[in-house]
């Protein structure tokens, strides 16, 4: 009893083949599509690899790049099979292989699917590799004169005032670490002294930001310096103040941003995939209607159609014990060539 | 003497008619990007307009926009029309139409023509309104609690970010200008009150910019404050001042920006108006072509197309006569179809007997 049977006159036939012909060239499409997500993604996370220590795993946008690729090529020669399945002598030359297209057909579906579930898991390693790649680069922030590291202050800058966040946290990173450069500080002044023997590193800390952090929205010109201190400023309470400088940390900010990324890959990819299955099941239809012609010389008789010959579980034995005779198979030999070695 | 004729036979013509009609669906697109092109700019200069001190400067999108339109509409009756004209029996529906049409067209493409043109020639006025509304928007800086004014500062800051500029013409602009509000001044501070009283109007000036003037290539922390001071910063040279702010003024920064724009848009649509043109005069030797093979009777025999009948000068005085005569409607001299009655009308004529000639 084969799994969803249908019956076809030649009319149906060509019916599904032009349509299943145009899904493929849809599919091509959706195969460009992955290919050029894989590699928008692979070009954002190489924008901002140096807060991601150079530590980034591009496995993700490689895998979509290599997948777009094939699922291209799979529509392609599909598409191009279709088509030639109206026309008896050509489509022969394509009977023999159609059925391990079909076999690989399903496998690359499974994996497309194994892909998108992966588009969404990979948020995890990210948040992790984001966390330690902005504490360093914080850290190198004054070293704009360390050859390498020299672009790390323009990077930071442009990624605080783009995402709208100061620091990893919240702004509060930034009063934890030395970001004014040594080559800056007069060390004969009293207040320098002070300040760098205050702590045990001797680093010269205080309760500052850089500009990069001011709100454009906040209604009173920025305030960089002496943040905690409510005196130094005319009214003003570093408690109720909310616009002064952004609120958001840098990595929540760069979090969502590639999160939601990589979640419209997802979805997009998923899509793909039910996309896939649908072109294969046509396929499928395709090849098993042609080749159960009631009449194999009149290219007009009736013939039916079915996604598998037999039912699931017949299917699934039949394919457990090829598998079986495969491995027998092994074993029989090497039993006759030990049997004929010995004798 | 007609000017530019040619001669196309049956097969000629019906070819043409072909070509046109596909031509003109090329037009209804180039319509499509005609508006689109006008969206762009006014989306752009919608973007920034809180900087500019006069709104008058959308009148060129408007007019792409209304532009592309008018050519979408009649490019697709163009369409229609020369798919018939390949039929002498189909023409006769569209013959009253056709001169009308080719008429509508040439004014559309000189609005085009007028498009692109305005596309450059309007430099100079935008150059005027970016500097008057950069001074005006620096002036109102610090008035974020004024309604209409409380986000000129967010919209100057974020110019400034994005632009990679500061102040009108250089960062010193900033110092001309009160940009700290009194609400968050200290009166009771002799510093400050010693500040307000060093100038007339009694303004806080200081040789300090706001935030977003800083540069993200400087090397070193941004300084806002005492720019002007050398010793007040540790080891600040002439290197640390140049690379400390952004050196251009804003009002450059856009104007390249919309420079670049316009010059793009204004090229664009040439090209447009020059494939209009194409398609303005196949259609008219089509609607020449046609008219004649409806003089000469004959749908097959070849016929004569051009551009004007007689020669320009000629066309031009006859237009003008037309005209002329037009304002004389309601005058009656020298018309020979209006009958004047004259005293000698009143006598009898006598018939004159008609001589039959009698064959035999």
């Known amino acids: ?343 | 003497m007609a000017v530019g004729k040619l001669t196309f036979t049956k097969a000629e013509r019906e070819k043409l008619a072909e070509v046109l009609w596909l031509l003109n669906w090329i037009s209804v697109l180039t319509g499509a990007i005609l508006i689109s092109l006008g969206v762009f700019l006014k989306v752009e200069i919608q973007k920034w307009q809180e900087v500019m001190s006069d709104q008058g400067i959308l009148y060129v999108p408007n007019t792409l926009i209304t532009t592309g339109l008018a050519a979408c509409c009649i490019n697709f009756l163009g369409g229609k029309i020369c798919l018939d004209c390949a039929d002498t029996n189909k023409f006769l529906r569209w013959k009253l139409v056709m001169m009308p049409y080719v008429i509508c067209t040439f004014f559309f493409t000189s609005c085009v023509l007028a498009g692109a043109l305005m596309c450059y020639s309007i430099r100079s006025q935008l150059e005027e309104s970016i500097f008057l509304g950069l001074r005006n928007t620096m002036r109102f800086y610090k008035d974020t609690d004024t309604p209409g004014r409380c986000y000129l500062k967010k919209t100057l800051d974020l110019l400034q970010i994005q632009f990679e500029c500061c102040g009108n013409t250089g960062y010193r602009d900033w110092f001309h200008v009160q940009w700290i509000s009194n609400r968050y001044l200290d009166m009771t501070s002799s510093i400050v009150v010693d500040r307000l009283r060093s100038n007339v109007e009694g303004r806080y000036l200081m040789d300090g910019v706001p935030f977003s003037c800083c540069s993200t290539l400087s090397p070193r922390p941004c300084i806002q404050q005492q720019i002007s001071n050398s010793s007040a910063h540790f080891n600040y040279n002439q290197q640390s001042q140049q690379l400390n702010l952004w050196r251009r003024g804003c009002r450059q920064a856009l104007m390249d920006h919309y420079t670049g724009i316009m010059q793009s848009i204004g090229l664009t649509v040439l090209l447009i108006w020059l494939f209009e043109l194409l398609v303005l005069t196949g259609v008219r030797y089509l609607q020449t072509a046609m008219e004649n093979v409806i003089r000469l009777g004959d749908p097959d025999s070849e016929s004569d197309g051009w551009i004007l009948e007689n020669s320009l000068a000629e066309t031009a005085r006859s237009n003008f006569n037309i005209i002329k005569n037009l304002g004389k409607c309601y005058q009656i001299d020298d018309d020979p179809n209006i009958n004047v009655p004259t005293a000698s009308a009143e006598q009898e004529v006598p018939s004159r007997g008609v001589h039959i000639p009698v064959t035999s």
């Open chain 1, 1 to 343: 009893m084969a799994l969803m049977l249908v019956k076809f006159d030649l009319k149906k036939r060509v019916k599904l083949a032009q349509t299943v012909w145009f899904m493929y060239w849809f599919a091509v499409m959706a195969g460009v599509l992955v290919f050029s997500m894989g590699l928008f993604f692979k070009i954002e996370l190489r924008k901002r690899s140096e807060l991601m220590d150079n530590n980034e795993s591009h496995f993700l946008p490689n895998l979509l790049i290599f997948m777009g690729l094939i699922a291209c090529g799979i529509n392609a020669f599909g598409g191009k099979v279709c088509y030639d399945s109206l026309d008896p002598s050509k489509f022969a030359k394509w009977k023999p292989m159609l059925k391990n297209f079909l076999v690989f057909c399903v496998v690359f579906n499974a994996l497309l699917f194994v892909t998108a579930l992966l588009c969404f898991v990979m948020r995890i390693p990210l948040q992790f590799t984001l966390a330690e790649g902005l504490r360093s680069g914080m850290k190198f922030y004054k070293d704009t004169d360390t050859p390498g590291r020299c672009y790390m202050k323009r990077t930071l800058d442009q990624m605080q005032m783009e995402f709208r966040c100061c620091g990893n946290d919240n702004y509060r990173d930034w009063f934890e670490i030395q970001w004014v450069s040594n080559r800056y500080l007069d060390f004969s002044a009293k207040e320098v002294k002070d300040r760098i023997g205050s702590n045990v590193d001797g680093q010269y800390l205080m309760d500052g930001v850089p500009f990069s952090c001011c709100n454009p929205s906040s209604p009173r010109p920025c305030i960089q310096f002496q943040m905690t201190n409510n005196t130094a400023h005319y009214s003003y309470d570093h408690y109720t103040e909310e616009l002064n400088v952004w609120n958001r940390g840098c990595r929540e900010a760069l979090l969502s941003y590639y999160g939601g990324l990589m979640n419209t890959i997802g979805a997009l990819v998923l899509l793909v995939t039910m996309l896939e299955i649908g072109v294969t099941i046509g396929l499928q239809y395709v090849d098993s209607s042609l080749s159960t012609l009631v009449n194999p010389d009149d290219p007009e008789s009736e013939s039916e159609g079915w996604i598998l010959e037999k039912t699931v579980k017949e299917t699934f034995t039949d394919i457990m014990d090829k598998m079986k005779a495969m491995g027998k198979g092994s074993k029989v030999e090497e039993g006759e060539a030990a049997v004929a070695t010995v004798s």
